[in-house]
């Protein structure tokens, strides 16, 4: 006597879901894939603010960009929960006399600021995500590079060479 065992509906239901909840679970391999929002966070209050710097003429690369040259080596940093595109976080890097450089949106997580399609004057793509290691002592701010994408270091010489003090 052979013996079969049949799975009730209930039993293959619960099958299929479960697989569905797998294969969906499994993602491609999406070279612009983000880590889910969830990991990231808004930026500390104490992070919040706006910052000055005033870069060197030794901080500037050979043949440094134009950007980097605008008639002015002090930049302002602008760190705010609200403001940017749709009202969501902006982390705005302008020059003194020149105006603003950039302004993408970010999260934080840790104490690595996570730039979204920050904006790139060189290089196939003119967007990329990039991430600074961020230290806060007091009023004074400084930046490490982490990840930075694009090819001139436009936003990461004006972020790492010189300290940052916040002003507000």
């Known amino acids: 006597m052979r013996h079969t065992t049949r799975a009730g509906p209930g039993v293959t239901l619960g099958l299929t879901a479960a697989l569905a909840l ?5 993602g491609g391999d999406d070279d612009d894939a ?3 929002a969830s990991t990231e966070q808004q930026a500390p209050a104490s992070l919040v603010g706006k ?7 030794s901080d500037l690369p050979p043949d440094a960009p134009g950007e980097l040259n605008p008639g002015s080596l002090r930049w302002t940093l602008t760190v705010a929960n609200s403001g940017g595109v749709d009202d969501g976080p ?20 840790g104490n690595v ?3 979204h399609r920050e904006e790139c004057g060189a290089g196939a793509k003119p967007f990329y995500d990039n991430s600074y290691r961020y230290r806060l002592s007091g009023d004074t701010l400084t930046f490490t590079k982490v990840t930075n994408h694009c090819p001139d270091k ?6 790492t060479s010189e300290p940052w003090t ?3």
């Open 90 to 109: 902006v982390f705005a890097i302008a020059n003194v006399k020149a105006g603003s450089l950039e302004g993408p949106a970010f999260g934080v997580k």
């Open 113 to 115: 600021v996570l730039l």
């Open 22 to 26: 797998a294969l969906a679970a499994c």
């Open 51 to 57: 910052y000055t710097t005033e870069l060197k003429p």
């Open 154 to 159: 436009v936003a990461e010489t004006i972020l």
């Open 166 to 168: 916040k002003v507000n």
């Open 34 to 36: 983000k880590p889910a």
